[in-house]
């Protein structure tokens, strides 16, 4: 019979979780999407990306001042060719709103405002690079 080999320490690298630090790295960058999507939103913009892609799409309404704070901030911006708009809603007068909960068919009268859009590189985002061994 042969002895039972014994497991070295070196090889215990192998049976380690490589999970634990990658949950950490997208608890980590989810955080900073969320403080960033409250940042736009605090200043009338509107993030249409998907959350946690590396590159999102910023709507502001027109002359905002938000794609300006966010260049002071250091983000990397570039400018959307193109027209493009969106439906925001508009609140019912109070004689239409008493119609309304009285069950008869009120339409909400919609505004459409005229937007510029951004694409914004998220440097969050981007991948990791794997750390180099030591040689």
Excluded at 8 to 20: I, Q
Excluded at 58 to 65: I, K, N, Y
Excluded at 79 to 98: C, H, K, N, W, Y
Aim: proline content about 9%; aromatic content about 8%.
């Amino acid at each position: 019979m042969s002895p039972a080999k014994v497991k070295d320490t070196w090889g215990s690298w192998r049976n380690r979780r490589y999970s634990a630090s990658r949950s950490d790295e997208t608890a980590r960058r989810a955080q900073l999407w969320s403080a960033f999507c409250d940042f736009v939103r605090e200043n009338r913009g509107w993030i249409i990306s998907p959350p946690g892609s590396p590159v999102a799409i910023l709507e502001t309404e027109r002359d905002s001042l938000l794609p300006q704070k966010l260049v002071k901030l250091g983000y990397a911006i570039s400018e959307v060719p193109g027209d493009f708009s969106r439906m925001t809603g508009a609140q019912l007068s109070p004689q239409a709103e008493i119609l309304r909960r009285k069950g008869h068919a009120i339409d909400f009268p919609a505004c459409v405002t005229q937007m510029d859009r951004f694409e914004i590189l998220l440097p969050w985002a981007a991948p990791t690079a794997p750390k180099k061994r030591p040689a």
